[in-house]
């Protein structure tokens, strides 16, 4: 069975750092294209970066050069480094897995970890 | 980036009604079409991929058309389980953009 467990959210004043992980079993982080994925309160899903199996990333504009996808095969955890926060970075954010068929849909999603930037 | 427009933004139905979520795309996305539910409190969940593909597990009430721009999600059939919240999404190029919700609510 797949499971993902994200952990590291809580509350950052603005322009402060956080990391989040995302803690797999049942599935090799590194093997996958694994993706970020977040929902700000009473907006809807937004993509924020992915990882794919070679190691390259891309990254929502919103978020590039701020935020930092990386993975621990050791560990078979997948994080997310995120720094210079503001205020619009407040949300709950999941990772998934991508579908490893040609669709690339997300058919695993952890439970999601909160992140709220206020002073 | 890809614009995903959803219709309607919300929607009232009684259980047994059949309803019908569209989603447009600014330009062609092929069949790198996916439909979530999302329930409070938890994760989306997949119920169709690649536009038409029933994802395992998913009552076959629920089924995906299109292909190119323009793509629906029906269920045939409603059931109580059902009402929550469907978004479409493109996996067709980064940044990979969802349709802002459909609400379906008990009538």
């Known amino acids: 069975e797949v499971q993902l467990v994200e952990s590291g959210g809580g509350l950052v004043q603005p322009g402060g750092s956080l990391r989040l992980s995302c803690a797999a079993s049942?599935?090799?982080?590194?093997?996958?294209?694994m993706s970020w994925v977040r929902q700000a309160p009473g907006k809807g899903l937004e993509w924020v970066s992915i990882?794919?199996?070679?190691?390259?990333?891309d990254y929502a504009d919103s978020v590039k050069g701020r935020f930092t996808i990386s993975r621990d095969s050791s560990k078979n955890t997948l994080y997310l480094q995120m720094s210079s926060l503001r205020a619009e970075d407040t949300a709950v954010y999941y990772c998934?897995?991508?579908?490893?068929?040609?669709?690339?849909?997300?058919?695993?999603w952890g439970q999601g970890t909160l992140v709220t930037v206020s002073s | 980036d890809i614009q995903m427009t959803q219709s309607p933004s919300s929607l009232s139905a009684s259980v047994g009604d059949r309803v019908t979520i569209t989603c447009r795309a600014s330009q062609s996305i092929s069949r790198y079409l996916n439909w979530y539910q999302r329930k409070p409190g938890k994760a989306p969940k997949v119920l169709i991929y690649?536009?038409?593909s029933l994802q395992s597990g998913v009552p076959s009430r629920f089924s995906g058309s299109g292909s190119g721009t323009d793509f629906t999600l029906t269920i045939s059939s409603l059931q109580p389980e059902d009402f929550a919240t469907y978004y479409c999404q493109q996996s067709y190029s980064t940044p990979y953009t969802f349709g802002q919700g459909t609400k379906l609510e008990i009538k």
């Open positions: 049942g599935v090799t982080v590194s093997s996958n294209y």
């Open positions: 690649a536009a038409s």
């Open positions: 990882i794919y199996s070679g190691g390259s990333t």
């Open positions: 998934a897995r991508h579908s490893s068929g040609w669709d690339l849909a997300f058919d695993y």
